[in-house]
């Protein structure tokens, strides 16, 4: 693959700092993110927005950072999992997650944590089947999704300030 | 990838004129189509114009007599629309069937009405409900109905330098809806083995005024099948009228076999997707008179 000379220059805000990136112009977000701004946490899978390792939030909105051009985020905000915890204080999906098992590999959590997290933000009280069809797009592996359910349904619980 | 170069015009004018020396270029909507075809090496354009920048290609609106959804609004826009799902809940229900949450965030009914996949869910949705095109070209300015614009599998109706503006639709009149259901064999993040979608009007009588009915992934580009519609106008959409509506509709259908299906299966479940359809529809229609 040729990769072309033209260099663009990116100004955005990435887990609220601002950060300037150059990229080529048919360069996906996810590799930028990972090869250029060394946030490695968000993973590639498919690179074809089926599995959703790469999930991100680019002004809010839970997107695939593989079906994203960097180009494309311009004064835009990004955030990705890097930015979820406050300092050492975990986010509630994150701690949640550990505390039931929901994960094993660990490749597919940070995608699931953007899209949880995403997903709570959006509707601070879902269903089980509503939990479960916001987060078809996130493939995992390992856990067979009931353990990722019951730790993304039990932080819902602690955001909303009910004892778990 | 061997894109050179990405351009983010503001207007329509600057679009035009970012294609206008005719270089290999490609619109940018949500990217969940052409981003995968430029990765798998289908598509290989040179220049890539986003169009997310130009306010009429993302503004949904909504007047008296129409809708307008600008062709590159996301399909997250459209379904949290305040108005959009209940004035065209079997378009909202065609959009929610695609992807993932990820890839509603981007996708839109104008990039899976470009991309022209004979499967593409919102396809028939969007031709039961009469929408028009609206193009922009070097030439000027032309509206192309839906069932139109798609000329064959992944191929549309638009010449070189030709841009998708919007697509508009009318406003249901009093006792109309609509409804589009697909066959699947997963629940989610599937691809159609079949799909319906229909608009009918029934006044206060039980007579049905108006009708469309489309169907998709059973010809190489979505149908519109006017034989059904004839078959379901002026009756009490009683089961003579919806077989001969069936009946139309398997008769217009000319299916592939492929891993999703014989073509048999898929002439069959067809019909019985515009059966269920139907009586969505109508159940709609029942409940906002109630």
Known sequence: ?164 | MAVQEFISPTSLSEAQQAVSDGAVSSWLAGGTDLLVGIRLGARDPARVVDLKQIPELTAIEIDDASVRIGAAASAFDVLHNSDVPSLFPGLAEALDLIGSTQIQGRCSAGGNLCNASPAADSIPALIANGAQCRILGPDGERMLAVEDFVVGPNQNALAPGELLVELILPRPTAGTSDSYLRLTPRTEMDIAVAGAGVSITVDESGNCAAARVAIGAVAPTALLVDAAAEALVGSQLDQAAIDAAVEAVRAAAAPISDKRGTAEYRTHVVGVLVTRALAKAQDRITEARS
């Open chain 1, 1 to 164: 693959m040729n990769k072309p000379l033209n260099k663009m220059a990116v100004q955005a805000t990435i887990n609220g700092e601002s950060t300037a990136f150059l990229c080529s112009p048919g360069q996906v977000l996810a590799e930028v993110l990972r090869d250029e701004l060394e946030l490695i946490g968000t993973k590639i899978g498919c690179n074809t927005g089926d599995c959703g390792a790469c999930s991100v939030l680019v002004d809010d909105r839970l997107v695939c950072s593989c079906l994203v051009l960097a180009a494309e985020v311009e004064g835009k905000s990004v955030q990705t999992v890097e930015g979820v915890a406050n300092g050492g204080e975990l986010h509630p999906v994150q701690q949640k997650l550990l505390e039931h098992g929901g994960l094993q590999c660990g490749i597919c959590t940070p995608g699931v944590v953007i899209a949880a997290k995403a997903l709570l933000e959006h509707n601070p009280d879902p269903t089980e089947e509503q939990a479960r069809y916001w987060l078809a797009g996130n493939l995992c592996r390992c856990t067979g999704y009931d353990k990722i359910i019951r730790a993304v349904l039990d932080a819902a619980k602690t955001m909303r300030g009910e004892a778990a």
